[in-house]
């Protein structure tokens, strides 16, 4: 199926965002907040936004042109979603929120009509519970701020028809960013990580060994200077899985089980997996690295000239 007409349902801080996307990227998009009016600003919010964004250089040329002409406000969800082949569902986190929206949106949708919801965490076959056909409908979870972070997360939940899923992928891949396929499982990988560094962040706050401050210093300036890169798979592949074992070790010596090496990593220095240095890792394979050592320090250096041009952040 080729979506051409989307709605989003629920204009605010992610809503409006996706639907800017979209509209740049050509598609038809008619957003629906809480009312006509609340609507209505959104729509004029968006659009100026937008203005703003191109003049400072942030979005391409021509990109305000594209919002004007592609992004219409409806007077109600009902109308939003009449004709859309995609509708994305952006309302509060709040599962008595979500469930009469998405049973709303089922109701007036077109049959063939794939329904995405844009949770962060709410497990998505808890939110399929509100349709009748729950096949049409997966999680399609942008990132904030959705015009400029590249990343979506797709959820299909057991029954959503495979279907769906790559009429999803098709949408995201048409906007220029890229999406991962992943589990039902709540908080899905983004927010499950993103939860456990934040936790374990202010434990150690707690525990005296840093302050907020210099915790964030240490994550920004070190191993999160490498994340744009590399995931922490390439990472533990680049730094030697045998070191990585060592240091699990040590770790679960003093903060227990939770610390374990995990059995994966155990098993692949077993069979002589160290990574880049010896037969491959997780997901760089044994080889020449020539070409990667050199794009990571090309990596690095460049973020470095980005960071200083761009001086600290106001916090
Ligand atoms: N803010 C983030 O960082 C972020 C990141 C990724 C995903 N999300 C998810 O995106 C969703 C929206 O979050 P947000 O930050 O954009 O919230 P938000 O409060 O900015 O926007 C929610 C919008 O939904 C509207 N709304 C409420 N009830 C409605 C209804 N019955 N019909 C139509 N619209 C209705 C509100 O008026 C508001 O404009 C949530 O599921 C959230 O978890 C948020």
Same mark, same amino acid.
């Given at each position: 199926m080729t979506i051409a007409q989307v709605a989003?349902?629920?204009?605010?801080?992610?809503?409006?965002?996706?639907?800017?996307?979209?509209?740049?990227? #050509?598609?038809?998009?008619?957003?629906?907040?809480?009312? %006509?009016?609340?609507?209505?600003?959104?729509? @004029?919010?968006?659009?100026?936004?937008?203005?703003?964004?191109?003049?400072?250089?942030?979005?391409?040329?021509?990109?305000?042109?594209?919002? %004007?002409?592609?992004?219409?406000?409806? $007077?109600? =969800?009902?109308?939003?979603v009449a004709d859309a082949d995609y509708i994305?569902?952006?309302?509060?986190?709040?599962?008595?929120?979500?469930?009469?929206?998405?049973? %709303?949106i089922e109701?007036a949708a077109r049959p063939h009509a794939v329904i995405g919801?844009?949770?962060?965490?709410?497990?998505?076959?808890?939110?399929?519970?509100?349709l009748q056909h729950a096949g049409r409908f997966l999680?399609?979870?942008?990132?904030?701020?959705?015009?400029?972070?590249?990343?979506? @997360?797709?959820?299909?939940?057991?029954?959503?028809d495979e279907a769906a899923?790559v009429a999803a992928?098709d949408l995201?891949?048409?906007?220029?960013?890229?999406?991962?396929?992943?589990?039902?499982?709540?908080?899905?990988? =983004?927010?499950?990580?993103?939860?456990?560094?934040?936790?374990?962040?202010?434990?150690?706050?707690?525990?005296?060994?840093?302050?907020?401050?210099?915790?964030?210093?240490?994550?920004?300036?070190? /191993?999160? *200077?490498?994340?744009? /890169?590399?995931?922490?798979?390439?990472?533990?592949?680049?730094?030697?899985? $045998?070191? *990585? %074992?060592?240091?699990?070790?040590?770790?679960?010596?003093?903060?227990? @089980?939770? =610390?374990?090496?995990?059995?994966?990593?155990?098993?692949?220095?077993?069979?002589?997996?160290?990574?880049?240095?010896?037969?491959? #890792?997780?997901?760089?394979?044994?080889?020449?690295?020539?070409?990667?050592?050199? *794009?990571?320090?090309?990596?690095?250096?460049?973020?470095?000239?980005?960071?200083?041009?761009?001086?600290?952040?106001?916090?």
């Amino acid at each position: 199926m080729t979506i051409a007409q989307v709605a989003v349902v629920g204009a605010g801080y992610m809503g409006g965002g996706i639907a800017q996307v979209l509209a740049m990227a #050509g598609f038809q998009v008619t957003i629906a907040d809480a009312d %006509a009016t609340t609507t209505r600003h959104h729509l @004029e919010r968006l659009r100026r936004e937008a203005v703003e964004f191109e003049e400072q250089g942030l979005f391409d040329p021509g990109s305000a042109d594209l919002v %004007a002409a592609n992004l219409h406000a409806a $007077d109600s =969800l009902e109308a939003a979603v009449a004709d859309a082949d995609y509708i994305e569902e952006a309302v509060l986190e709040v599962p008595e929120v979500k469930g009469p929206v998405l049973a %709303a949106i089922e109701a007036a949708a077109r049959p063939h009509a794939v329904i995405g919801s844009n949770t962060s965490t709410l497990p998505i076959g808890g939110l399929a519970a509100n349709l009748q056909h729950a096949g049409r409908f997966l999680g399609v979870h942008f990132s904030n701020p959705a015009p400029f972070i590249p990343g979506v @997360e797709l959820i299909a939940h057991a029954g959503t028809d495979e279907a769906a899923v790559v009429a999803a992928e098709d949408l995201v891949a048409r906007t220029g960013k890229l999406s991962a396929r992943v589990s039902d499982r709540a908080g899905f990988v =983004l927010n499950r990580l993103q939860y456990v560094l934040l936790k374990e962040a202010a434990s150690l706050v707690e525990e005296g060994v840093a302050s907020a401050e210099d915790v964030d210093i240490v994550v920004r300036t070190t /191993f999160g *200077y490498r994340l744009p /890169f590399f995931g922490p798979f390439a990472i533990a592949d680049m730094a030697g899985l $045998d070191i *990585y %074992a060592a240091g699990f070790r040590t770790l679960a010596e003093h903060y227990g @089980e939770r =610390l374990d090496p995990p059995a994966v990593l155990t098993e692949l220095v077993a069979e002589g997996h160290y990574g880049v240095k010896q037969d491959g #890792g997780f997901v760089i394979p044994a080889g020449d690295s020539a070409p990667l050592v050199a *794009y990571r320090n090309r990596a690095y250096a460049r973020l470095g000239q980005l960071l200083r041009e761009l001086g600290p952040a106001p916090l």
